[in-house]
């Protein structure tokens, strides 16, 4: 059965604070491994597709990575509007996304 | 391009009333999802359309939860009757045809409360 674990479950950081986000998955027949961005009242945004161990994908201060267990997500020097919470899933053989529970992030001016 | 359409965006019911909520894809978005998000959890699926018939339904509670897709296009997910613990945001998302590994879309989804 595909699993997502997301950890932390919640990270307050001061401005400019670099720190990683982790996504913990098992899955048969990976499809690729999606992070989304959510902020309150609104649907899941999107920001990255990782396909295969090794690949990284950077936009502005986010850089995502993937091992062939994990996957991690790095704020780099982040800024209060950074503030929301990310959604890690993951989409296997049934070509559903399997969503963990996400780590909601607060960063402090 | 105009995004992912849902109404209304918040619902207040009482429970045993029904509840229906509509979702206009991206245009061109061949494949459609209703997903369920409790609060403080992820997203959840509940059905998965492709143009107008049904690929996955496995999720979906059948003995009050339906959904359509007529003509391929809109979608609308009712609850009939609705339970204390239907509380959630409903979610629709669309993806373009092609391969598995395009991302999907979201739309801003409907916030339902049941009392």
């Known amino acids: 059965e595909d699993q997502v674990t997301q950890s932390p479950e919640a990270l307050r950081l001061q401005e400019g604070e670099s720190s990683s986000l982790n996504c913990s998955y098992t899955?048969?027949?990976?499809?690729?491994l999606f992070w989304y961005r959510q902020d309150p009242g609104k649907g899941p945004e999107f920001l990255f597709t990782l396909y295969s161990a090794g690949e990284e994908k950077e936009k502005e201060r986010l850089k995502a990575t993937l091992t062939k267990k994990e996957s991690f997500l790095h704020i780099t020097a982040p800024k209060p509007e950074d503030s929301a919470t990310y959604l890690c899933?993951?989409?296997?053989?049934?070509?559903?996304?399997?969503f963990g529970t996400g780590t909601r992030l607060t960063v402090i001016p | 391009e105009a995004g992912v359409a849902q109404s209304p965006r918040y619902k207040i019911i009482e429970k045993r009333q029904s509840v229906a909520f509509w979702c206009n894809p991206i245009?061109?978005?061949?494949?459609l999802y209703w997903y369920q998000q409790i609060l403080g959890q992820g997203p959840k699926l509940l059905i998965q359309f492709q143009n107008n018939g049904v690929v996955d339904d496995s999720q979906l509670p059948k003995d009050r939860f339906s959904a359509e897709r007529l003509k391929g296009v809109d979608s609308t997910l009712k609850i009939q009757p609705a339970k204390l613990e239907d509380s959630a945001v409903y979610l629709c998302?669309?993806?373009?045809?092609?391969?598995?590994?395009?991302?999907?879309?979201f739309g801003p989804g409907t916030r339902l409360t049941v009392l």
């Open positions: 998302a669309s993806r373009t045809p092609g391969g598995p590994y395009n991302e999907q879309f």
């Open positions: 899933a993951v989409r296997g053989g049934a070509n559903n996304l399997f």
């Open positions: 245009s061109g978005h061949a494949t």
């Open positions: 899955v048969s027949g990976l499809r690729g």
